[in-house]
């Protein structure tokens, strides 16, 4: 049972490179979401998706690009890396997608941008 | 707007100790579900508890156990007799049903207990 796979666990990079974090899971869950953790802020979405080809906004999507080609997979790109988006990123899935289902969550992927 | 308070953001305790983890909630929405997830120092996130807007009843799961009140928009949960395992950062979330389709899961800033030996 591999539920959520997130890579790679740790990853450095400098300003203004492009990084992809990578996220799979194994349930055939429709919803997924990719999240940032930081002090203070508790996680924050960054976006969100419905299926495949579907995705959306969530409160901090700037910098960020999103795509699903496969309901599986919900690569999260930084386009042009800065220091701001140093975080943990978690991505996480839920069935589909009501209010009263919990979010199963893969290890995270801690990023530092230098 | 949904929001989720933790008040505190750091809390030790010395083991065998009880301690209150406080969550309080805003909401516009009738329907809503809550959440208690603990973030242990290996990282990952792990559910602990699920309670929706229209039971009320406390809940308890051996040391651990939940106060749900919503007449002052609360959803506080309780360690009893702490252990240094507990120790973890601890998440309390609101999911509502967003406009569009899918559901709205939003974190509060989360609480750091320290269970010292």
């Known amino acids: 049972d591999a539920g959520i796979t997130q890579s790679p666990r740790y990853k450095i990079t400098e300003t203004g490179r492009q990084v992809t974090l990578m996220c799979h899971q194994t349930w055939s869950h429709s919803y997924m979401f990719w999240y940032r953790q930081d002090l203070g802020h508790g996680l924050r979405l960054i976006y969100y998706?419905?299926?495949?080809?579907?995705?959306d906004k969530g409160e901090v999507p700037d910098g960020y690009v999103v795509s699903r080609s496969k309901t599986e997979n919900f690569p999260l790109t930084l386009e042009s890396a800065t220091r701001s988006q140093t975080s943990v990123y978690f991505c996480a899935s839920s069935d589909r997608g009501r209010a009263n289902e919990k979010l199963f969550f893969g290890s995270g992927t801690q990023l530092s941008v230098l | 707007a949904q929001k989720v308070t933790q008040a505190q953001t750091e809390i030790s305790v010395v083991e065998k100790e009880d301690v209150t983890l406080d969550c309080v909630y805003e909401?516009?929405?009738?329907?809503?579900?809550l959440f208690w997830y603990k973030q242990p120092p290996s990282g990952e996130l792990v559910f602990l508890i699920r309670?929706?807007?229209?039971?009320?009843q406390n809940e308890i799961s051996g040391r651990y156990s939940w106060n749900f009140q919503k007449s002052t928009s609360s959803f506080n949960f309780t360690i009893t007799a702490s252990q240094v395992v507990d120790s973890a950062v601890y998440f309390c979330?609101?999911?509502?049903?967003?406009?569009?389709?899918?559901?709205?899961?939003?974190f509060g800033p989360g609480t750091r207990l320290s269970v010292l030996p």
């Open positions: 998706s419905a299926a495949a080809d579907i995705t």
């Open positions: 309670r929706n807007s229209f039971d009320e």
């Open positions: 909401t516009r929405d009738t329907t809503y579900y």
């Open positions: 979330a609101l999911s509502e049903a967003r406009d569009n389709y899918g559901q709205n899961f939003v």
